[in-house]
């Protein structure tokens, strides 16, 4: 089976590619829907520029654990002892490289 299931609404591009990142460091594939009427803003209501994250019903659940805990804000912003990257705190593992939080706070 290879239906894409709806997993959240972003508000706007950059929360979506965020966490695209963030669900595909952890394996989940991810596509991007409605992306393309960001063109349009401006000339569309505020909400139909949303993003809607779709992934594969395999990957639904650990989609969800990681996106409830981008939800809950779980902590402060951290940079990646490995890379050096910027996450906020709602990232278990880095965006950029996959390695874990060690909470090397802002």
């Not at 997993?7 to 590619?17: D, G, K, M, P």
């Not at 829907?33 to 594969?56: F, I």
């Not at 639904?60 to 804000?73: C, D, H």
Request: proline share 3%; with cysteine; net charge negative.
């Amino acid at each position: 089976m290879n239906e894409w299931i709806p997993v959240y609404q972003a508000t706007n591009s950059l929360e979506a590619h965020t966490l695209k990142g963030s669900l595909e460091v952890s394996g989940v594939t991810v596509q991007l829907q409605g992306e393309a009427l960001s063109g349009a803003l401006g000339e569309l209501p505020a909400n139909a520029v949303e993003v809607t994250l779709l992934v594969r019903a395999q990957d639904l659940e650990q989609a969800r654990k990681i996106l409830e805990s981008y939800r809950r804000g779980a902590g402060p912003a951290w940079y990646c002892r490995h890379c050096g990257e910027h996450n906020a705190g709602s990232f278990e593992t880095c965006w950029q490289c996959g390695h874990e939080s060690d909470m090397t706070e802002l």
